[in-house]
């Protein structure tokens, strides 16, 4: 039934179909589970990694190199706590000025694409920023992260194999630079602790191209899902336009309810009960985020819930995303610039959809501010 999730704008009745199926089924080689609590459980216990219980990784064809999303302790424990520091919530906080003045600096046209023109530049300038890349070659990296985005679902193509090829250049070249003059930024941070013997030059690309992709291709699709979900219900806009404090409540209740990343998997490292050891289990967290389970009326968008427990955005357990306090901090900043300066906002015409089924977002989304 997964692959009828493919095209789909709406993934929600696939859901639900299998939701009726119970809180752990199996369908097209890979066990399946909507349940959030099954899915929360799954992401902390110990027994399911990224890897195969010899400790390979199962190739995906992908060009990327390989970066600690896709490895088990010890080696995860050890690179995510190299990038950990750069994203802790006190430096996010320091960071908050810069994010509001980009913000601000977007919203200058009356009319344009909120994907195009606000919600992609947004993130993507705040990654370069923190990353060190220079202005001059962000454009390339932006291009390259919406071409590997557009890889999860169709595969390598020639194009994305030149960007790819491109954009290791371009970080092997920053990389030099800052070995020779090192600067405040996250290349720096790791050429130094490269300098300690704590990575290798491999490891450091791939945390560089894993803080890239995820730092955008994410968030992008949390701005634009919640503006969105904001105009297709006028009375949760206006609520938050008479209470932009609301503005981390519409973050949460966006993550909840339209989450950019719908899916994860893990790998059982032995048996576990049904799930064979070496077996996927697919976690879908779209569904389980509607989990009537745990979510009263599930379905419905309302700024105002309690979110208990958090809903699985950002995952669970030892890969919860490292810049969820990040993409908080540009969502709140995001939807509060626009309920400011754009409070008559509208859609102007059709939406269009990516057509992945693990990034859930809009490829254009035109409006107007009045
Ligand atoms: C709304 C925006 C975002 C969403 C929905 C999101 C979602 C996720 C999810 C679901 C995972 C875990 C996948 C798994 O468990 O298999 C993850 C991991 C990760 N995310 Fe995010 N992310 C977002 C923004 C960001 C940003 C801004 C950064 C910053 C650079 C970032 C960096 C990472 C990293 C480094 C990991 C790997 C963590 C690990 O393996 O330990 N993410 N993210």
């Not at 009537?292 to 979110?307: C, G, L, Q, S």
């Not at 810049?323 to 908080?328: D, E, V």
């Not at 995001?334 to 400011?340: E, G, K, N, V």
Request: aromatic content about 6%; charged content about 25%; some cysteine.
């Amino acid at each position: 039934m997964l692959e009828q999730l493919t095209g789909h704008e709406d993934p929600h009745p696939i859901y639900e179909r299998l939701r009726a199926q119970g809180p752990l089924t199996h369908d097209g080689g890979t066990w399946l589970t909507t349940s959030h609590p099954l899915a929360n459980r799954i992401l902390r216990d110990r027994r399911f990694g990224v890897r195969l219980s010899d400790g390979s990784y199962p190739s995906n064809g992908s060009l990327l190199p390989e970066s600690f999303l896709e490895q088990d302790p010890p080696d995860h424990t050890r690179l995510r706590r190299i990038a950990m520091p750069a994203f802790s919530p006190k430096k996010i906080d320091e960071y908050r000025t810069r994010v509001e003045k980009v913000a601000e600096s977007l919203l200058d046209k009356d009319e344009f694409d909120l994907i195009a023109d606000f919600a992609a530049p947004l993130p993507i300038s705040v990654i370069s920023d923190l990353l060190g890349i220079p202005d001059a070659d962000t454009a390339e990296f932006a291009d390259y992260g919406a071409l590997v985005a557009a890889s999860f679902d169709s595969g390598v193509t020639q194009e994305m194999a030149n960007a790819n090829d491109k954009v290791l250049a371009l970080f092997d070249r920053l990389i030099t630079q800052r070995r020779r003059t090192p600067g405040d930024d996250v290349i720096s941070s790791l050429v130094a602790a490269e300098a300690e013997q704590k990575l290798t030059a491999q490891e450091m690309l791939g945390t560089l191209v894993l803080l890239l992709v995820a730092g955008f291709e994410t968030t992008v699709n949390l701005i634009g899902n919640g503006t969105r979900a904001l105009l297709d219900h006028p009375a949760q806009w206006k609520l938050f336009k008479a209470r932009p404090e609301l503005a981390s409540a519409v973050v949460e209740e966006t993550l909840r309810w339209a989450p950019p990343v719908q899916m994860t998997s893990r790998i059982a490292h032995e048996q576990v009960d049904e799930i064979g050891k070496d077996e996927w289990v697919t976690l879908l967290i779209g569904a389980a985020n509607r989990d009537p389970e745990v979510y009263p009326e599930a379905h419905k968008f309302d700024v105002m819930r309690v979110h208990k427990p958090e809903h699985l955005a950002f995952s669970s357990g030892i890969h919860y995303c490292l810049g969820a306090t990040l993409a908080r901090m540009e969502g709140e900043v995001a939807f509060r610039a626009l309920a400011r300066r754009m409070p008559e906002l509208r859609q102007t015409g059709p939406v269009t959809f990516r057509e992945s089924v693990v990034i859930r977002g809009m490829r254009s989304f035109p409006v107007s501010r009045s």
